[in-house]
């Protein structure tokens, strides 16, 4: 991504949408005032919008400070509140000089960046897309929203091992973290990569009969009968029109906002010279011990684990399929075929469990016993994890001591990123809309 051309675009953009951000309550309100006409098929009694949110400043102290009302649209759903507008173009900028530089120790992160150039991300759509993530809408029967299975609090991913989906089923894989998706360079998303892009990716799950079950064409008509949706849609994409390819843009552009930077591991960062961390202070000494085992010991005479030629770059993401060795055969979930899974990125994985793309383990002391001890001599297990990394060696055994699993745990936990997990700017708008749709985490 060409950074001249990102500033030129936010400047632009932050223009356009801050002029667009003045209005935008008065948009949504002209058009649930002028859009009462397609309520034939909702429950009745349906108290009609009442855009409270932004006469908070005029209005007078006559109402009780009781319960609100159920914040209802007129098709007998959640109403987001759209009172507040958040600036993801500045969120992004702001990226820290280690994500950002050519020159990060780390390698750069910036050139993995998935971005297509006709879908950048700017204020209007993420904050389109942060709506359609989490509406219940989005499912056939508006059970489930997209936040059903993937939660903020738990980075993006679900304390379930298998989500439940809009019929109750469960899914047939653990549900992954969304941070720092934009930086997967190889594009391919989901633990097998089976969509080409993010913005493939993201109509997936609305169409899959387990996790959704909505047909699109069906979608973008429940969504044109909402007061707030055709407005929204004409900040981001400049008219109503509610068709599938400007949901699935501006769904991408929410989670391409999702960029974890301020965790502990990039407070170490800022404090240091240039692109290498300074760990002093900021880092305990066993969270610096599980760093250095992490991204290994040059020189030193046993096996590196090197954890980072798969987990790469401080982004914690990944350069393409791996095996690594959960299995001594491909079981009968394949993966990419031949047992070859995604390497997700490690952001935020301390409260992400449970891990693998079968939640096989329940905490990150079992995910770094299994490096330890259990990797397994699957033919097509990665010679990153074998012996003197030779394509024939036996699976590595680094021979842990207690002391440095416990090192390596803990610098794990450093990458937990409590002001991304807690960012209004990525919670729930409909959050006190009455019913919602974040009740049934299991
Ligand atoms: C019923 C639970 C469920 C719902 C609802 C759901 N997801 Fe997922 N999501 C999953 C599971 C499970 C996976 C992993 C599936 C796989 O790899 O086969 C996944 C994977 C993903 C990925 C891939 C991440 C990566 O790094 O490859 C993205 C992105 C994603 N979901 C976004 C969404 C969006 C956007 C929505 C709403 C339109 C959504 N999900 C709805 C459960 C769900
Ligand atoms: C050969 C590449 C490779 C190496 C080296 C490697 N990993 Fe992984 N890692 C993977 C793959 C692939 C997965 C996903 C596997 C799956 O679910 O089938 C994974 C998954 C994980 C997960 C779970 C992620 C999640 O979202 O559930 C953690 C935690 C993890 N690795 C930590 C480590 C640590 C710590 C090391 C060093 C001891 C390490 N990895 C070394 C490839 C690798």
Known sequence: MNASVLVTLAIVLTAVVSCGDSSSDDDVNVVSAAADTDVSDTTSDIVLPVDDSDSAGDSQPADPPAEPPPRVDQDGLPLPNLSVSFDYEAYLNAQPEHYTSIDSS????????????????????????????YDVRLSANSTIACASCHTQQFGFSDPATFSTGFNGGKTGRHSMG????????????????????????????????????MNLLDLEVKLAQTSFYPALFTAAFGDEAIISARISKALAQFIRSMVSYQSKYDVAFAQGTGNDPDFTGVFTEQEQLGHQLFS?????????????????????????????????????DEGAGGGF?????LRNIAVRA???????????????????????????????????NSPSGSPIRFNLTLQEKEALVAFLNTLTDEVFLANPMFADPFLKAGPTNLQGEE
């Open 296 to 332: 290994g010991f040059p020189g030193d005479i046993r096996d590196s684990l090197g954890c980072i030629t798969c987990h790469q770059t401080s982004a914690h993401t990944a350069d393409a399929v791996h095996n690594n060795g959960l299995d001594a055969n491909t079981s009968a």
């Open 106 to 133: 780390f390698g750069n992160v910036t050139s993995q960046d998935n971005t297509p150039f006709d879908n950048p991300v700017d204020n209007a759509g993420a904050t389109l897309g942060r709506v359609l993530f």
């Open 178 to 213: 969304l941070s720092n998706a934009t930086f997967y360079s190889p594009q391919h998303f989901f633990w097998d990569e089976r969509a080409d892009t993010l913005e493939d990716q993201v109509l997936m799950p609305i169409q899959d009969p387990v996790e959704m079950g």
């Open 341 to 345: 899974f995604k390497v997700p990125s």
């Open 354 to 388: 449970p891990y693998m793309h079968d939640g096989r383990f329940t905490n990150l002391m079992e995910v770094v016993e299994f490096y330890n001890s259990g990797v397994q001599a699957h033919p097509n297990l990665s010679p990153a994890l074998r012996r003197n």
